[in-house]
Every structure is written in structure tokens, then in C-alpha cells.
């Protein structure tokens, strides 16, 4: 059974870090594309990167380039999103999901986790 677990959302100050961990399983991340979305109250999900191990492409959403990092580790089967810098507009909640090739479309992707939510303070 395909399942991705998202954790370590919480509150953070502005300009403060975080890293969410996507856990995997009923299949291995070397062979798919790995996504966070967000989703703040009122708003759309949005897509905030992604990455593909099997060819190394990523994807970062405009406003979080130069911040938050994405990465992944075929071993443990896991993908982290490292989050610095935080903003209080990076407040959402936050999913993993799973597709076939890189991108940032929810529509692509096809499992889901659980969100983890995310608060920036000011």
C-alpha cells in the first residue's frame, strides 16, 4: 500500500527554520518524483517543490528559491524540505505527494500524505 507520512511542521519566529520529512512507503523514491504542496486557509494548494532522484531535477515555486531546499535519501526513503528564512506568508499547511515526473501541478500527482502544519509568528 502506497502511503507518505509528512512531519515536522510547528511554530517558528520570522526569519526562523524548519524541516518537514516526508516518509514513504509501498514504493521507493528512487523511482518517482516527490512533492510539497502548501495549502493556507482560504487558498488553493500550491505547489513548493519537488524532486526526482532517478534524474536529479528539481523544482522550486518562485518565492521559496534561495530559501528552502529540497532533498532526499533513497536509503531511508524519505524526502525533507528544508525550510529557512521562514515568512509569515510561508504559514499553511504542508503535504507530500508523489507523481511520475517533476512538477507543480497537484493534478499530476496521484498519493498523498497527511499535511503538517506550518506557523511563521511575526
Known amino acids: 500500500e502506497v502511503q507518505l507520512q509528512a512531519s515536522g511542521g510547528g511554530l517558528v519566529q520570522t526569519g526562523g527554520s524548519l524541516r518537514l520529512s516526508c516518509a514513504a512507503s509501498?514504493?521507493?523514491?528512487?523511482?518517482?518524483?516527490i512533492g510539497w504542496f502548501r495549502q493556507a486557509p482560504g487558498k488553493e494548494r500550491e505547489g513548493v517543490s519537488c524532486i526526482s532522484r532517478s534524474d536529479g531535477s528539481t523544482y522550486y515555486q518562485d518565492s521559496v528559491k534561495g530559501r528552502f531546499t529540497i532533498s532526499s535519501d533513497g536509503a531511508k526513503n524519505m524526502v525533507y524540505l528544508q525550510m529557512n528564512g521562514l515568512k509569515s506568508e510561508d504559514t499553511a499547511v504542508y503535504y507530500c505527494a508523489k507523481t511520475e515526473v517533476v512538477g507543480g501541478l497537484p493534478a499530476i500527482y496521484d498519493y498523498w500524505g497527511q499535511g503538517t502544519l506550518v506557523t511563521v509568528s511575526s
Open positions: 509501498g514504493f521507493t523514491v528512487d523511482d518517482y518524483a
